[in-house]
């Protein structure tokens, strides 16, 4: 009994990893996952969190995310040009097949004319004329540059629950073989949109199981999803989740309820405060406002949810034509930002409520 003790103890002393690594692997996770562009400026993300943007169709979720993949693909410098992005790869699951690969073209054609401070129309991209931006790097190594920052994109189409759950438990593998080919983890998983076979899955009936096995249901479906999403995290410590999901707007009182579910990540005390704080005080301010939205996707996937940023529009402002609204409910704040939505991007408006 004592020499088994003695060998645990010694295998539990044994070293796996030095304090370097560990430090880096630290300070890596603590590091924001994705640059501060609005409307996501407002609080810093990093590896571990699940990012949900909710919000009515129209309402910029497709932009926020777009602008996300752009600036964690592309390189941080390219031939001496700073283009300020994470040189990260990227995967997209599309649920909802609602993908526009050219719109991402554009704003990465956007984001390097941005960062050689050119301005020129996006009719020009579209033109025969060579753009005179891309003069200043030259043509060849501007294709050069997209189509190597489109080799860290990666689009996954799904079209139920259960072909989304087989991807999720496949992943793995493959989300090792892109690490290896680019020599660093994966950055950020975006699910588009989390809820699109929620109905779909909620009209058929529970199917029938074997004895002593769990029933199969939309909850089950959920939790599956949610363990596989928990141990990619565990696996990629660096992995930013982000989820667009469009919200339904019905009773007051059947607004975002405060269940939490079983987490399945551990994460640091902060975002255990985070999880606790969806309380009364976001309801009320919902109340107030006159926001009202019904929380229909199941327990397991509200406690996995870190953060939330509830987003709004468009709305009609008159001269200055058509802006769109971004409050974070997740944590709960009072600040809430106006933002336009131009062939280049996404901009913060001048006014602000």
Not at 25 to 47: F, K, N, T
Request: overall charge positive; glycine content about 6%; charged content about 25%.
């Amino acid at each position: 009994m004592a020499t088994a003790s003695k060998e645990e103890m010694l295998q539990w002393l044994t070293v796996s990893e030095s304090a370097r690594t560990m430090l880096k692997r630290v300070v890596e996770r603590q590091q924001p996952s994705i640059a501060a562009l609005p409307p996501l400026h407002r609080v810093a993300l990093h590896g571990g969190h699940v990012l949900e943007v909710a919000g009515p169709s129209g309402s910029g979720k497709s932009e926020i995310m777009l602008q996300a993949i752009v600036s964690c693909i592309l390189p941080k410098e390219w031939r001496g040009h700073k283009l300020g992005g994470s040189e990260k790869p990227a995967v997209f699951f599309d649920l909802n097949c609602h993908f526009d690969m050219m719109r991402l073209v554009k704003l990465l054609h956007s984001r390097v004319r941005e960062a050689l401070g050119q301005r020129i129309s996006m009719e020009e991209l579209s033109g025969r004329a060579v753009p005179a931006w891309s003069l200043s790097m030259g043509v060849d190594c501007l294709d050069e540059l997209l189509a190597t920052s489109l080799k860290r994109f990666y689009h996954k189409r799904c079209f139920n629950s259960f072909g989304f759950l087989v991807a999720l438990k496949t992943i793995r593998p493959f989300l090792k073989d892109v690490e290896m080919e680019h020599g660093s983890s994966p950055q950020l998983l975006i699910i588009d949109s989390v809820g699109a076979f929620y109905w779909l899955d909620r009209s058929v009936r529970s199917a029938p199981s074997d004895k002593g096995r769990k029933t199969l249901s939309l909850h089950s479906v959920s939790e599956a999803v949610v363990r596989e999403l928990s141990q990619l995290v565990l696996t990629f410590p660096t992995l930013l989740i982000l989820a667009t999901k469009t919200i339904i707007h019905g009773d007051t009182t059947k607004e975002y309820t405060n269940q939490v579910g079983s987490s399945y990540i551990d994460r640091n005390q902060q975002d255990e405060m985070l999880l606790s704080a969806r309380s009364s005080v976001s309801t009320a301010r919902n109340r107030k406002q006159g926001q009202s939205h019904r929380e229909y996707m199941p327990a397991a996937w509200q406690g996995f949810v870190t953060h939330r940023l509830l987003v709004q529009g468009p709305f009609d402002s008159g001269k200055e034509g058509m802006f769109f609204t971004a409050k974070w409910d997740l944590p709960p704040s009072e600040r809430e930002d106006r933002f336009i939505i131009s062939n280049s991007g996404i901009e913060l408006a001048s006014g602000r409520s």
